[in-house]
C-alpha cells in the first residue's frame, strides 16, 4: 500500500517554463514534507520542506505548495533550467516514527533547451 | 567539511557472502537511517537508529544486519539470507528523530552492490 504517490513518473518542460511535479498521500499521521532531487548513482539532495502547519513555502526558483484536505502537495520550479534535469521525489514524515520518510516512486523532470 | 561519507561506492558481492558497508557522519546527528532504492522505484527503509546502541527494523529488514556502537558510525551488512541484494544503498541522518516538529534528513552518495 503506497502512502506517497507520485503518478508521473516523467515530466518534461521548456526551459524557461514553469515546472510542477505532484504528490499525494493518505496517511493523514504525515505532518512533515519534503521534495528531494536525485541523480543517478548519487544520494538525494533536499530541496524544500512543508510543515503542515502552512500551506505555502518558497525558496527562490522553488514553491511547494500543500493542500492538507486533498493530501495533496506540488513543488512549482520557475523558471525551469536544463541543470534542473533529474528526478524528484516527494517524502512524507510523521511523528512518532523516528521521523523516517515514506517516498514516492519519484517523477523524471527534463527541462528542454 | 561536514558529511555523510558511504564506502565503498561500488560493491561485488558472490553468492552466498556477507558484505558490510559503511557509513560514517561527522554532522552530529543522533538518527541514522539506511534505505534501498531499485531501478524505477522509490527508497525503502531498511533499519533506523535514533541513538547509539538502538537500531529498529524498517520496512525491508530481512537479510539484513545493523550496529550503532558509536554515534558517528552505522554499517550495513548484507547477509547470504538476502535473496535479491542486488540495488543502490542510501545511509541518511537526521539531527535529532524525537523533535515534535519534522527535521531534514540528509543523505551519502549512495553504494552500488551487485551480486555475481
Known amino acids: 500500500d503506497q502512502q506517497v504517490k507520485q503518478n508521473s513518473p516523467s515530466l518534461s518542460v521548456q526551459e524557461g517554463r514553469i515546472s510542477i511535479l505532484n504528490c499525494d498521500y493518505t496517511n493523514s499521521m504525515f505532518d512533515y514534507f519534503l521534495w528531494y532531487k536525485k541523480y543517478p548513482a548519487e544520494g538525494p539532495t533536499f530541496l524544500i520542506s512543508i510543515s503542515s502547519i502552512k500551506d505555502k513555502n518558497e525558496d527562490g526558483r522553488f514553491t511547494v505548495f500543500l493542500n492538507k484536505s486533498a493530501k495533496h502537495l506540488s513543488l512549482h520550479i520557475v523558471p525551469s533550467q536544463p541543470g534542473d534535469s533529474a528526478v524528484y521525489f516527494c517524502a512524507a514524515s510523521a511523528r512518532g516514527s523516528a521521523r523516517q520518510l515514506t517516498f514516492g516512486s519519484g517523477t523524471q523532470l527534463t527541462v528542454l533547451p | 567539511d561536514g558529511g555523510i561519507t558511504q564506502s565503498p561506492k561500488y560493491l561485488f558481492r558472490k553468492e552466498g557472502q556477507n558484505v558490510t558497508l559503511s557509513c560514517e557522519q561527522n554532522?552530529?546527528?543522533?538518527?541514522m537511517y539506511w534505505y534501498r532504492q531499485d531501478p524505477g522505484q522509490g527508497l525503502r527503509l531498511i533499519y533506523y537508529?535514533?541513538?547509539?546502541?538502538?537500531?529498529q527494523k524498517g520496512d525491508i529488514a530481512e537479510g539484513y544486519s545493523v550496529s550503532r556502537e558509536k554515534k558517528e558510525s552505522f554499517p550495513l551488512t548484507v547477509t547470504s539470507a538476502q535473496k535479491n541484494p542486488t540495488a543502490f544503498y542510501l545511509c541518511a541522518s537526521m539531527i535529532s528523530a524525537s523533535s515534535a516538529s519534522g527535521n531534514t534528513i540528509y543523505f551519502g552518495e549512495g553504494s552500488w552492490l551487485t551480486v555475481v
Open positions: 537508529s535514533q541513538i547509539v546502541n538502538d537500531f
Open positions: 554532522l552530529n546527528h543522533d538518527a
